[in-house]
């Protein structure tokens, strides 16, 4: 089962196509973009995602088990969404991480800090929502609203967020070092679709809870945010820890997207199943005498 090839068109793995480059310019990316897909349209998403996803679940699988062999490395794997609101983070959740087992999943979404939170360094927070070997760790946000709201809000002086960069990319090694895959997702999306995913949870009662009049705000700061983002990508794109944009303009490109990163970096992890600790016959023999005869 898992030994399902990604998918892209030509065989180029979709790490490169989407890794962010070397001093990338936002001005360079287009969020409308569908690189590597291997459909000619949107028609073709549901089938590879109906392919994608016994794959996926089974490797999910096979990281969760491997952390229970006693001798190989503990590894887990932590996914990072960023983007601004209506970029798809909730969306990405529901859609690719709904296809594997939720019992493997640790998902935590960073709000505004908590006094207490606050009270203590900016990867406080972070570090108690790392996941467990074995698991697979979502962040909607992350330790990057620390170089971003706060940066264009200005909540901190420069000189603080200034050295965040480089705390941030000594963590993320130390994280790699220790076992944990980070896999950043930088979901790009123009200013005209958030308006349109903006207006269109203002027309339907279902999805006025997902508004609120912030977002308009931090949308009238787009290219401070845009500045920021960009700085991010230049200043943490580390090799060990690298950023990969994901093109959202599109919702079913971005979901296949992060499902086939997702794969790609479990197919290079290569988990495999772990031995059995005792003797398989025996323990056959063991159940089937557990009972007198009926
Ligand atoms: P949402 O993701 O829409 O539920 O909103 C969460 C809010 O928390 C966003 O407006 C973020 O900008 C904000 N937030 C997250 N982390 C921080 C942080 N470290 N400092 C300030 N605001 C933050
Ligand atoms: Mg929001």
């Not at 952390?67 to 609101?85: A, F, W």
């Not at 895959?181 to 009662?205: A, G, H, V, W, Y």
């Not at 580390?238 to 479990?266: C, F, G």
């Not at 290569?270 to 025996?282: I, K, Y």
Request: hydrophobic residues 35%; aromatic residues 8%; negative net charge.
């Amino acid at each position: 089962m898992a030994n399902k090839k990604s998918q892209t068109t030509d065989g180029n793995d979709l790490r490169s196509l989407l890794r962010a480059k070397a001093n990338v310019a936002m001005t360079d990316l287009d969020p409308g973009a569908t690189p590597g897909f291997p459909g000619t349209s949107k028609a073709d998403v549901a089938d590879l995602t109906a392919e994608l996803a016994p794959v996926l679940s089974d490797w999910q699988e096979r990281l969760y088990a491997e952390n229970k062999e006693p001798d190989t490395p503990q590894r887990s794997i932590l996914v990072v969404l960023q983007g601004l609101d209506t970029s798809g983070k909730g969306g990405i959740i529901r859609h690719v991480f709904g296809l594997v087992d939720p019992q493997g999943l640790k998902i935590h979404a960073f709000k505004q800090p908590t006094p207490e939170e606050l009270s203590h360094d900016f990867l406080w927070r972070i570090r108690q929502q790392l996941p467990s070997p074995g698991m697979i760790g979502i962040f909607d946000r992350s330790q990057y609203e620390d170089v971003l709201v706060v940066r264009v809000n200005e909540l901190v002086e420069p000189a603080v967020w200034q050295q965040r960069y480089d705390l941030i990319n000594d963590f993320e090694a130390s994280l790699t070092a220790s076992g944990t895959t980070i896999i950043k997702c930088f979901l790009n999306m123009s200013p005209d679709e958030q308006k349109r995913r903006l207006l269109e949870r203002l027309e339907n009662p279902t999805k006025y809870w997902k508004f609120s009049h912030g977002d308009v705000e931090v949308r009238g700061r787009w290219d401070d945010y845009m500045v920021a983002y960009q700085d991010v990508l230049n200043r943490c794109n580390t090799d060990v820890a690298p950023w990969y944009v994901i093109p959202s303009d599109r919702k079913w490109y971005r979901n296949w997207a992060v499902a086939t990163l997702l794969l790609e970096h479990l197919e290079g992890m290569n988990p495999q199943w772990p031995q059995a600790e005792f003797v398989v016959e025996d323990e056959i023999a063991a159940v089937k005498n557990s009972l007198p005869q009926r």
